[in-house]
Nanobody
């Protein structure tokens, strides 16, 4: 049974930082590209960042470039999202997801497995 467990969300002030983590089990982690998506209240789910098999490629939505960094530790079956210089518009539930294949994907339908989500709230 595949399980992705998101953690690390919380309440932070504008300009602050958070580090999200996603621990995967029940799959061969090295065979999956991993992504982070977010969904704010009243808005559609949005791609945030994704990373390929061996972290040789990473992609980001324009709004987080230079502020967020995605990384993975294949030995720990875990993917991370370091979020710096947070803004109120980053407030959302953040979900990690796994896509079988080498390359990172921006489309949600490419991802087979999803975490339960972790709330990030940035106060102004």
């Amino acid at each position: 049974q595949v399980q992705l467990v998101d953690a690390g969300g919380g309440l932070v002030q504008t300009g602050g930082s958070l580090r999200l983590s996603c621990a995967a089990s029940g799959l061969t982690f090295n065979n999956y590209a991993m992504g982070w998506f977010r969904q704010a209240i009243g808005k559609e789910r949005e791609f945030v960042a994704a990373i390929g098999w061996y972290a040789r490629s990473a992609i980001y939505v324009d709004s987080v470039k230079g502020r967020f960094t995605i990384s993975r530790d294949n030995a720990k079956n875990t993917v991370y999202l370091q979020m710096d210089s947070l803004k109120p518009e980053d407030t959302a539930v953040y979900y990690c997801a796994a896509s079988e294949g080498a390359s990172p994907d921006t489309e949600g339908y490419e991802y087979s497995y999803w975490g339960q989500g972790t709330q990030v709230t940035v106060s102004s």
